[in-house]
Every structure is written in structure tokens, then in C-alpha cells.
């Protein structure tokens, strides 16, 4: 299993790739640590002993016009909608012929992998970051990760920031190539994991974004003009539909090639689209977990047994 | 619920984890699998957005979750049908009908492909504009453990659709039900202008606005009544954790909606399972479990 999209290029800032006020802060002796007081105590009764609170940041600018954009191929319906072989696009075309200049003849759903690479390339550093402090500190995991992503100033400027606890397992295997396992659960949630046979592996993450350029059908349904061309009943706008069903099976696909032969627990998928009018928007789908791998046999907890708490 | 403790006595009789030095055990144990090559001869694993308890639930009735899945849908509305009218808006029904039918039976048929037996904790985000009206369900397909894939079987047959958390779904299997699917059911009608003379009337008075009263009334009833119809279609007997939204629409004030969706369950054993709950005490302090906004203060 791989962890989230690899960054292209992490600025080394010390000797260790980490700012220096960071090293020094790491190496004063103390530990600090971003759980609560039952999950700390439940992580310690584990033998997994808090050596710091880690954090990665990057803040991220990308631009709508990147290669492979219908605005650098001469908006054609006759151009591949992108450069990157095996995305997704899919073409539709008018059914009324020839009406007006300004009528929409064709339309396209098409992946923006510039978007996507650029959102991995961010969440991929801060990620690499985190793990870099780990790293420096000797940490065998991170735990109890926490992530969050903000717009700064623009609206395609976006800041990163990842942070969580990083663990020594006391008389653990250190890690494999030194690289920290990483998960978003902590305390009795992540012991109860571990004791139906799985262990975390590493947080996953990523995004899919796929833009809805109309034509004429999908203009005229999503703004309501349907009835102009005979249509008077509800229906399905089906490139929209399209639309939505594939950036969410991109999410999954490209996330299932960062797990490997691993499972997805605790998946937490959001669904933003913005609408830029005549049918035109922009889905973006994020989707994240924790990667995790069967280290025993399945041994299912007895069944439950219901009960009525008298507080 | 919580694990019968003396069945987790018998386990850990067995040999799990029991005290800190086995439970210390059993973590370097996990983290030693780290280092061993990723065993590649199986099948891909599963994905899921259940939390770790809906997991341990589902395992202790034998149901495994098997594949994250979705189903969308995206209905047209035409321009004008909000304007001053009488009586139901239809197309505006008919429109949530069906796109409340097209995510359901795409999310079955994702979840048959999955080979899932079923979807259980779907997310339902309804949102209704005044031209489209958009119907978002995601959820975790599920079967019982070792459960083959049914070869040639139609995409999505037999497989139930519900947004019942897994906690509810083991609550439901142990006291011999199933459910069947979603039923849904939406109406949106005109609350009627008042007459000129009716709204002299009631100029500087305490009144109802018996037009609004029963706009919603009718609403209410219509929705209900095509819930309880979709669920009697599945075969269902009932319709829990029945959700509602109701009141004027924000675009257009003047047109009352009323939606209802929930799932649809049948009795499969001959009779209702009493679970007889266990009365317990708990002494500690409410557990505050880890959140992590705490962190951003």
C-alpha cells in the first residue's frame, strides 16, 4: 500500500528536511500530544507511548486552465478533453441541429487531473511533513490524525494542514524503511480495531474532480426551459447524473490503487459541486480513511447484548 | 448494547487478549505485519465508512461490510411550475419520485456488482431547487460472511437499501426482522392566495392562515400515503426511522413540501424476537471520547 498521492517536491528546510525552530522544539525532552485524557490512557495501556504532536502544512494554488483543459485544446468536441491517457470524458451532442450561433451543440463531462494532481500534491506534502516530524522524533506511528482543508484569500488557493500524535510501540518492530504507520483513529477505538485483527497501515486520501461543460439538453433542464423543446414533464438530466456517478468511482478507483490489497476503514467521502449557471458545474468528490491490514483470522465479538443505562 | 460479558469472559478464556501484557502482545504482533510483504494472492480488500463498533456489530451477527457505494440522481424541473396555482405541483412530486428511485436503484445495483447483499448507514441528502431537484445516498454494502456473489444474477437483485445505521441493522436481525429497502414519498402543493375579502378580514387580526394549515395537511397526507405505497410494493409490513421535512419552499414561499423517506422492514422470523434488555448502572463519569475539533479549540 502506498500512502496518499507522493508529493513531486518536499523543500528540505534542515538537515532532516524539517525548520529548525521544529527540530529544536522536538528534541527538548518533553512530549506533547494531541489526544484526550481516556484516549491517552487507553494508548498507554496498549504500550503505545505519545512522543509528539506532529503537523504538516502546505498551502496549495492552482489554476482552472491546465493542460489537457478545453481551454488549451481549442474547444473542440473533436480533441481528446484531456492529455492524460485513461481519464475520464464523455461527449454529447445536440439532437435539434443547426439553431443559433449561441446554441449549445455539444457538451462534455471531462476529468481535470491538473485539479486532482495539484489537491494531492498538496494534501501529499503536508502528509510527508507530518511524517518527517515523526520520523525525527523516532516514532514508530502517528494516531489520532486530524485533517482539514481551507480556501486562503482565493478561490484556488487552499491550505493543508494534518496533524496527530506520533507513538513509540513499546518493544515494537520499528517500522518498515523507517516510514510511520499513520491512522485517524486513537484510544479505545483504535485498541478495539486492533483487536479484531486488523493494524493500521497508513491514511489515504484523495480527489476527484470532473466538470460538467452542457449542451443544450442539460442547459435547458437544469435551468428549467425544458418545456421550450416539448419536454413538460420531470426527468433525469443525464449528463449531470453521468457526471456525479463518475467522480465518485474515480475517488474509490484511485483510492483502491493507494490501498493495494489492504481495506478502507472509516471512509469519509464529501461531494462539493459548484454551479457556474446553464448547466455548467464543477464536482469535486474527497474521499479518506485509514488503510488497514488483517494481521490474524477473523474472530467475530460475541453477540451484542442489549442494555438499558440508568444514568 | 454492549458485548455480553459472559460470553467476552468465555473468549478471552480462549485465549484473547485479556490483560495489559496480552493486550501489549497483541499490538506488537499487529505492527510486526507491517514489515512482512503485502500478501498479494487475495482478493482486493473491502472498503467501508463504518465506524470500528458498527464493524465489531456486524462481525458478531456475521455480516462482513464488503464495499463503499453510491447512488445520484438529478431530476429536471420545469421553469413556472412554482408560479400561484391550485392544488398539488405534480411534476414537482413526480420529479422527487424519481430521483429518489434512480439513486436507490443505482446504489442496489452498485452494491449487487459489489457483490453486497445489501446497504446499510446510506447518507440521504435530498435537495430540492426550484429547477432540479438533486438525491445523493452513499452508504456500505454488506453481506453475511463467506456469502458467494450471485453468478448472472441482475445487478442489484435482492438487494435491500436502508439508512439504518449497522447498530440499528444488528439491532433489527436479532429480533428476527429485515429490511426490505427505501420508501420514500414527497408532495408539494400550492398554499392558495386568500380572497380579497378573506384578507380584509383578517387585516390587523390574530389569526390561522387556514390556507397555509391545510396546504400542509395536504401535503402531509399525500407524502405519507406514497411512502406507506412504496413500502407496501417491497412486501414490507412498516416503515421505521421515518424522517420528515416539511414547510414552504425557500424559493417560493407560497408552495408548501412535505418529504418522507425511511426503511421498509419485514417480520422474517414467525414472530417478534423480544430482546429483553439488560437494566445496567454504569458507575464511571460520562467518557469523553476523542474529538478531534477539540483540537482547533
Same mark, same amino acid.
Given at each position: 500500500m502506498t500512502g496518499p498521492d507522493e508529493p513531486e517536491d518536499v523543500p528540505a528546510l534542515g538537515p532532516d528536511g524539517l525548520p529548525e525552530a521544529a527540530d529544536r522544539r522536538l528534541a527538548s525532552g518533553s512530549f506533547s500530544s494531541g489526544l484526550s485524557v481516556p484516549d491517552f490512557a487507553a494508548c498507554l495501556d496498549m504500550g503505545m507511548v505519545p512522543v509528539g504532536l506532529v503537523q504538516g502544512f502546505c498551502v496549495m494554488k492552482w489554476t482552472s486552465y491546465g493542460a489537457g483543459s478545453p481551454y488549451m485544446r481549442g474547444m473542440s468536441p473533436y480533441v481528446a478533453p484531456s492529455s492524460q491517457a485513461g481519464a475520464y470524458a464523455e461527449t454529447y451532442q445536440c439532437p435539434h441541429g443547426f439553431v443559433s450561433a449561441e446554441h449549445r451543440m455539444w457538451g462534455q463531462n471531462y476529468e481535470q487531473p491538473w485539479v486532482e494532481t495539484a489537491w494531492g500534491q498538496g494534501f501529499g506534502s503536508a502528509y510527508q511533513r507530518l511524517v518527517d516530524e515523526a520520523k525525527?522524533?523516532?516514532?514508530?506511528?502517528? $494516531?489520532? +490524525?486530524?485533517?482539514?482543508?481551507?480556501?486562503?484569500?482565493?478561490?484556488?488557493?487552499?491550505?493543508?494542514? $494534518?496533524?496527530?500524535?506520533?507513538?513509540?510501540?513499546?518493544?515494537?518492530?520499528?517500522?518498515?524503511?523507517?516510514?510511520?504507520?499513520?491512522?485517524?483513529?486513537?484510544?479505545?477505538?483504535?485498541?478495539?480495531? $486492533?483487536?479484531?485483527?486488523?493494524?493500521? +497501515?497508513?491514511?489515504?486520501?484523495?480527489?476527484?474532480?470532473?466538470? +460538467?461543460?452542457?449542451?443544450?439538453?442539460?442547459?435547458?433542464?437544469?435551468?428549467?426551459?425544458?418545456?421550450?423543446?416539448?419536454?413538460?414533464?420531470?426527468?433525469? !438530466?443525464?449528463?449531470? +447524473?453521468?457526471?456525479?456517478?463518475?467522480?465518485?468511482?474515480?475517488?474509490?478507483?484511485?483510492?483502491?490503487?493507494?490501498?493495494?490489497?489492504?481495506?478502507?476503514?472509516?471512509?469519509?467521502?464529501?461531494?462539493?459541486?459548484?454551479?457556474?449557471?446553464?448547466?455548467?458545474?464543477? $464536482?469535486?468528490?474527497?474521499?479518506?480513511?485509514?488503510?488497514?491490514?488483517?494481521?490474524?483470522?477473523?474472530?467475530?465479538?460475541?453477540?451484542? @447484548?442489549?442494555? !438499558? @443505562?440508568?444514568? | 448494547m454492549t458485548a455480553a460479558a459472559d460470553g467476552r469472559d468465555e473468549r478471552d478464556g480462549a485465549g484473547g487478549p485479556a490483560s495489559v501484557g496480552d493486550r501489549r502482545d497483541e499490538v506488537r504482533r499487529a505492527v510486526s505485519v507491517l514489515g512482512r510483504a503485502e500478501d498479494r494472492s487475495g482478493t482486493r480488500g473491502a472498503t467501508s465508512d463504518l465506524s470500528i463498533d458498527e464493524a465489531l456489530l456486524l462481525h458478531s451477527i456475521g455480516w462482513e461490510p464488503v464495499d463503499l457505494v453510491c447512488g445520484v440522481s438529478v431530476t429536471s424541473v420545469p421553469g413556472g411550475v412554482w408560479n400561484w396555482g391550485q392544488g398539488e405541483i405534480a411534476v414537482a412530486s413526480s420529479a422527487h419520485e424519481l430521483a429518489f428511485r434512480g439513486a436507490a436503484t443505482r446504489i442496489a445495483n452498485e452494491c449487487g456488482r459489489a457483490g453486497g447483499h445489501g446497504v446499510v448507514g446510506v447518507h440521504v441528502d435530498v435537495e430540492v431547487h426550484s429547477h432540479h431537484i438533486n438525491v445523493d445516498l452513499v452508504g456500505t454494502a454488506v453481506r453475511p460472511v463467506g456469502a458467494e456473489t450471485h453468478p448472472g444474477a441482475a445487478p442489484g437483485a435482492g438487494s435491500f437499501v436502508s439508512d439504518l445505521s449497522a447498530r440499528d441493522f444488528t439491532l433489527l436481525h436479532q429480533a428476527g426482522w429485515t429490511p426490505l429497502g427505501l420508501s420514500f414519498g414527497a408532495s408539494f402543493v400550492y398554499a392558495p392566495r386568500r380572497s380579497a375579502g378573506t384578507a380584509l378580514k383578517q387585516k390587523g387580526q390574530n389569526v390561522e392562515l387556514t390556507n397555509f394549515t391545510e396546504a400542509m395537511y395536504s401535503a402531509r397526507e399525500a407524502a405519507m400515503e406514497r411512502m406507506q405505497a412504496t413500502a407496501i410494493a417491497m412486501g414490507g409490513q412498516g416503515v421505521v426511522e421515518v424522517k420528515v421535512t416539511e414547510g414552504p419552499m425557500s424559493f417560493a414561499h407560497h408552495a408548501i413540501g412535505f418529504t418522507a423517506w425511511g426503511t421498509t422492514v419485514r417480520l422474517e422470523t414467525g414472530a417478534h424476537r423480544y430482546l429483553t434488555p439488560q437494566v445496567v448502572l454504569a458507575l464511571d463519569d460520562a467518557t469523553v471520547e476523542f474529538a478531534a475539533t477539540s483540537l482547533r479549540g
Open positions: 525525527a522524533v523516532g516514532a514508530h506511528g502517528v $494516531i489520532g +490524525v486530524t485533517d482539514s482543508t481551507r480556501h486562503l484569500a482565493d478561490l484556488n488557493v487552499t491550505e493543508f494542514h $494534518i496533524m496527530g500524535t506520533a507513538v513509540v510501540v513499546d518493544g515494537g518492530q520499528p517500522p518498515p524503511r523507517g516510514e510511520p504507520w499513520t491512522t485517524y483513529l486513537a484510544g479505545q477505538r483504535l485498541g478495539k480495531l $486492533i483487536e479484531a485483527g486488523l493494524m493500521p +497501515v497508513s491514511v489515504v486520501a484523495t480527489l476527484a474532480s470532473v466538470r +460538467v461543460w452542457a449542451y443544450c439538453m442539460t442547459d435547458y433542464l437544469m435551468e428549467g426551459r425544458n418545456f421550450t423543446w416539448g419536454g413538460s414533464g420531470a426527468q433525469e !438530466v443525464e449528463q449531470v +447524473v453521468r457526471a456525479h456517478m463518475a467522480v465518485r468511482q474515480l475517488a474509490r478507483e484511485r483510492l483502491r490503487h493507494q490501498l493495494g490489497h489492504d481495506s478502507l476503514h472509516g471512509a469519509r467521502m464529501t461531494v462539493h459541486q459548484r454551479e457556474l449557471g446553464e448547466g455548467d458545474e464543477v $464536482i469535486e468528490c474527497t474521499l479518506s480513511g485509514t488503510g488497514v491490514r488483517r494481521f490474524k483470522d477473523f474472530d467475530p465479538v460475541p453477540a451484542a @447484548r442489549p442494555t !438499558v @443505562r440508568l444514568a | -
